[in-house]
């Protein structure tokens, strides 16, 4: 199989890679894991675009129009939920079901190969890729490369140079599931303090405190989310599979526990059940990628700009190094992510977009939302269909 451009991962940036890339005229692959693109708003289940806006302004402004924007007004016109503004940062609503969708419109439209439930398992210069799917090996030989997995799989692939947080600082994982048939609309802190009073009395462990539930726009319809310590069976390790069979036991195990709970205790869920599950657990930070340039933590705080510029990040630094909720830091301004975080170092026409391009872990913090997932996917399909 050929392809001028090879996009790996089908996440909010290879999405966006995928699609500006073909709109060039450019053959493209997409190896995706799941059976749907939108990586974390479908797999994982999270349920709002972040880093589409501008911070600490009035009414909502696309930080990034282009293919950002283009997919923020697509989900609002099928959805009908507006952006909302939380604190100091505007967010969009959004629904897997729906996004997943979209993915697939946007992909057809331009004629998009997509390869779903196919992992890359080797990958050569020049560029020559092995892909497994279901105990099948085959081949696809690429003009350029997109690494836009969230893993920086690639540079494990190519054995290249690449940067991964320790443990104990890393960005702790998301445990998103649904939830159908609560009659009243949510109280979020009453609910809160309903699982404080479980733990202390025992009823509940204390790794659930800290769920949070949000309203679908769905009728009866709720999303909980849970920040896990991903620590249950020694050092978090997102590229382990011992860790992330764990992660995954964990997050159901603490959602039946807390849904039953609430069966007993909580007006209006007395009928309530989960509705789905994740694909997959919400991995916030993994491998990144070392690029010609490294985008920093203090170059996001203070709202750096640059004249190689390719996209803005405009998301505040939203560090969860613990499962004990996010420390927020508000940057200057937005900053600039120069060209050469989307280049790998030392290989001609391979490029890096979404969490795992090169940046230090307080700048990934930033850059890792969809917002700005969708933005550095765009300028890595540009660069690789040129």
Request: aromatic fraction near 6%.
């Amino acid at each position: 199989m050929k392809a001028d451009v090879l996009v790996i991962g089908g996440g909010s940036a290879g999405l966006a890679a995928a699609v500006t890339a073909a709109r060039t005229g450019a053959r493209v692959a997409v190896v995706e894991r799941h059976g749907a693109c939108g990586g974390m708003g479908t797999a994982s289940l999270v349920h709002t675009f972040c880093g589409l806006y501008f911070q600490d302004t009035e009414q909502p402004e696309f930080a990034n129009p282009g293919i950002a924007s283009e997919i923020a007004e697509r989900m609002q016109s099928i959805t009908g939920l507006p952006p909302v503004k939380m604190g100091r940062v505007w967010v969009l609503p959004q629904h897997p079901v729906e996004f997943a969708a979209l993915a697939d419109a946007m992909l057809r439209e331009v004629g998009v190969e997509v390869l779903f439930h196919c992992e890359l398992v080797a990958l050569e210069p020049g560029w020559r890729a092995r892909v497994a799917c279901r105990g099948c090996l085959f081949e696809i030989e690429a003009t350029a490369v997109v690494d836009a997995s969230g893993d920086a799989v690639a540079a494990a692939a190519l054995g290249a140079e690449h940067g991964l947080t320790e443990s104990a600082k890393l960005q702790r994982p998301a445990y998103v599931w649904g939830i159908q048939g609560v009659t009243p609309p949510i109280a979020g802190l009453e609910l809160a303090g309903r699982i404080v009073e479980g733990v202390r009395a025992g009823d509940l462990d204390k790794s659930a405190l800290g769920m949070h539930f949000r309203a679908s726009g769905r009728p009866g319809e709720v999303f909980a989310t849970l920040d896990l310590s991903g620590a249950e069976t020694g050092d978090y390790d997102p590229t382990d599979p011992r860790c992330l069979a764990t992660l995954e036991a964990t997050g159901r195990r603490l959602a039946q526990s807390v849904l039953r709970y609430f069966r007993d205790r909580a007006a209006g869920w007395e009928t309530a059940y989960i509705s789905h599950w994740p694909t997959r657990a919400g991995v916030r930070e993994s491998r990144r990628w070392i690029g010609e340039a490294v985008l920093t933590g203090e170059d996001v705080m203070a709202g750096r700009r640059r004249d190689d510029e390719v996209a803005l990040a405009s998301w505040p630094l939203e560090l969860r190094e613990t499962n004990r909720g996010p420390k927020l830091r508000y940057p200057e301004g937005p900053a600039g992510i120069p060209r050469g975080a989307l280049v790998a170092k030392g290989f001609q026409r391979l490029f890096v977009a979404g969490r795992c391009l090169s940046c230090d872990h307080e700048a990934q913090a930033s850059i890792r939302v969809m917002g700005t997932g969708f933005a550095t996917g765009e300028a890595a399909g540009r660069l690789a269909a040129g």
